[in-house]
């Protein structure tokens, strides 16, 4: 199972919300919502949120056992 919640964790740490990331990263309202629902996302979408926010891959998503 994916888990977005250290993206959760990480933009509180920066004083982000999850519409300013959107904003910052081009991301539309239902890429949004899928980080939201723990929904699949593109290595492409992970990558610029990564890239933005100049984290690690594990401080936006974490494999969780079902």
Known sequence: MISYKP?????VDRGINKAEL????KL???T????SRGES??????ERVCLELDC???DVV????D
């Open 28 to 30: 539309s309202p239902s």
């Open 62 to 65: 974490e494999i969780l056992e």
């Open 32 to 35: 949004l919502s899928k980080f």
């Open 41 to 46: 996302l593109t290595l492409a979408v992970i």
């Open 22 to 25: 959107g904003r910052r990263c």
């Open 7 to 11: 993206l959760e964790h990480t933009l």
């Open 56 to 58: 690690r891959i594990e």
